[in-house]
């Protein structure tokens, strides 16, 4: 995937380099960093990483220390940008955590999508553990991972025990994203200030942003955090009349082409139900019915769960097929009520938040497009009298 040009001038972690070296820090002098910094996680989750980092250490046994490069959401691939352009920041990274916490383990999990070469160079001569994964959209859950670890299948675990506490073959485990260890890597060499130099005040540094859909070069862009969608995705120019965003992926909500002046923060995006997340902004053309673009994805999710949990095996299917039904002409009027009553009956219920994310994106697309179910049920598409399929 392409690397594109900075809305600003943000380049950071895809910048070319050389970052010089890698200082070695106390447990307390990582954790004070993650403090000041306010780094927060960079795999969709946005935790605070300083407090991870203090559960690990509190838990009183020598820990493990795992890389989440798994990056199972299809519209996302900053982390496999990210693992091939940069990898000796994810294994400083990771090296930094682990001579910091005393690891007993330290490993990178790399996604099948993801060329493991260039991580495995970069991590011969520092004791780093690589292993090239399998798995789909939920392999990358951080319990579903330490499965995959331990040579089971990649399903989630019971979420009541924290990984932080009993994770990797029992052990306190801190699983980290590959962004957010290589943003640590270059904040111990540069320090607080200078990575707060960049965002917002309660919101600093930058991310990467994978952009994909209807513009003209899909692609991984590094940004300030609270950039705006209009400014984030010029630098992917964007198609004449698209008409809205999903951000956050497959789990996330939709904001339209009206509100492109909102910032990319978790403050900003709350109202739209969307938050950061890991990073992707996939662009709906003007020409899409956006019905069908998420019946499609809902469709997608519902077959990619662990099937272990009443939510995903008996509600996700039902859900997908009420709004593929609404999205290919069923006129029947009980449908929306009858999605509605699906989605609350699988938020909150599964071991792991799958059903949730699902929900959140079939309960975006029906309340930003209610206009759109509405042609439905009625026998129309606008996008199809807009000259679009249907
Ligand atoms: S909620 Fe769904 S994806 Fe998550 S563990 Fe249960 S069955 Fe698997």
Same mark, same amino acid.
């Given at each position: 995937?392409? %690397?594109?040009?900075?809305?600003?001038?943000?380049?950071?972690?895809?910048?070319?380099?050389?970052?010089?070296?890698?200082?070695?820090?106390? +447990?307390?002098?990582? %954790?004070?960093?993650?403090?000041?910094?306010?780094?927060?996680?960079?795999?969709?989750?946005?935790?605070?990483?300083?407090?991870?980092?203090?559960?690990?250490?509190?838990?009183?046994?020598?820990?493990?220390?795992? &890389?989440?490069?798994?990056?199972?959401?299809?519209?996302?691939?900053?982390?496999?940008?990210? +693992?091939?352009?940069?990898?000796?920041?994810?294994?400083?990274?990771?090296?930094?955590?682990?001579?910091?916490?005393?690891?007993?383990?330290?490993?990178?999990?790399? &996604?099948?999508?993801?060329?493991?070469?260039?991580?495995?160079?970069?991590?011969?001569?520092?004791?780093?553990?690589?292993?090239?994964?399998?798995?789909?959209?939920?392999?990358?859950?951080?319990?579903?991972?330490?499965?995959?670890?331990?040579?089971?299948?990649?399903?989630?675990?019971?979420?009541?025990?924290?990984?932080?506490?009993?994770?990797?073959?029992?052990?306190?485990?801190?699983?980290?994203?590959?962004?957010?260890?290589? $943003?640590?890597?270059?904040?111990?060499?540069?320090?607080?200030?200078?990575?707060?130099?960049?965002?917002?005040?309660?919101?600093?540094?930058?991310?990467?942003?994978?952009?994909?859909?209807?513009?003209?070069?899909?692609?991984?862009?590094?940004?300030?955090?609270?950039?705006?969608?209009?400014?984030?995705?010029?630098?992917?120019?964007?198609?004449?009349?698209?008409?809205?965003?999903? %951000?956050?992926?497959?789990?996330?909500?939709?904001?339209?082409?009206?509100?492109?002046?909102?910032?990319?923060?978790?403050?900003?995006?709350?109202?739209?139900?969307?938050?950061?997340?890991? &990073?992707?902004?996939?662009?709906?053309?003007?020409?899409?019915?956006?019905?069908?673009?998420?019946?499609?994805?809902?469709?997608?999710?519902?077959?990619?769960?662990? !099937?272990?949990?009443?939510?995903?095996?008996?509600?996700?299917?039902?859900?997908?097929?009420?709004?593929?039904?609404?999205?290919?002409?069923?006129?029947?009027?009980?449908?929306?009520?009858?999605?509605?009553?699906?989605?609350?009956?699988?938020?909150?219920?599964?071991?792991? !938040?799958?059903?949730?994310?699902?929900?959140?994106?079939?309960?975006?697309?029906?309340?930003?497009?209610?206009? $759109?179910?509405?042609?439905?049920?009625?026998?129309?598409?606008?996008?199809?009298?807009?000259?679009?399929?249907?």
């Amino acid at each position: 995937m392409t %690397v594109l040009d900075p809305p600003v001038t943000t380049q950071r972690l895809l910048s070319p380099g050389p970052f010089g070296p890698l200082p070695t820090l106390s +447990l307390d002098q990582l %954790v004070r960093l993650a403090e000041e910094t306010g780094l927060t996680g960079r795999g969709g989750a946005g935790f605070p990483s300083a407090i991870k980092l203090r559960s690990v250490a509190e838990a009183g046994r020598a820990p493990a220390v795992v &890389g989440n490069g798994m990056e199972g959401e299809p519209l996302s691939h900053k982390d496999a940008v990210l +693992l091939t352009q940069a990898p000796g920041l994810v294994l400083d990274g990771l090296e930094l955590v682990s001579r910091a916490l005393r690891a007993k383990r330290t490993l990178l999990a790399v &996604g099948p999508e993801i060329d493991p070469r260039p991580a495995q160079a970069a991590a011969r001569s520092r004791g780093v553990d690589v292993q090239h994964l399998s798995g789909g959209f939920v392999a990358g859950q951080e319990t579903a991972l330490l499965n995959q670890l331990e040579g089971r299948p990649p399903v989630p675990r019971d979420p009541l025990t924290r990984v932080t506490t009993r994770g990797l073959d029992g052990r306190p485990t801190l699983v980290s994203n590959v962004e957010t260890l290589a $943003h640590l890597a270059l904040a111990a060499r540069f320090g607080a200030g200078w990575f707060r130099s960049v965002g917002l005040a309660d919101d600093p540094g930058t991310s990467l942003f994978t952009i994909t859909g209807a513009v003209d070069h899909e692609g991984v862009v590094e940004a300030a955090r609270g950039t705006t969608i209009a400014d984030l995705i010029a630098a992917a120019r964007p198609h004449p009349g698209v008409q809205a965003v999903l %951000v956050g992926g497959y789990h996330g909500a939709w904001v339209l082409a009206s509100d492109f002046g909102t910032r990319l923060t978790r403050a900003d995006l709350a109202p739209h139900g969307a938050s950061v997340g890991a &990073g992707i902004v996939h662009v709906l053309s003007g020409d899409a019915c956006p019905l069908r673009a998420a019946a499609d994805m809902a469709s997608y999710l519902a077959g990619e769960s662990a !099937a272990q949990c009443g939510p995903c095996l008996n509600g996700l299917p039902r859900m997908a097929d009420s709004l593929q039904r609404l999205a290919h002409g069923a006129r029947d009027a009980r449908l929306p009520a009858e999605i509605d009553r699906l989605r609350g009956l699988v938020v909150g219920r599964g071991a792991c !938040a799958h059903p949730d994310g699902t929900a959140r994106l079939v309960g975006s697309t029906m309340r930003v497009f209610d206009a $759109h179910v509405a042609a439905h049920l009625a026998g129309w598409c606008p996008t199809e009298l807009s000259g679009g399929p249907r």
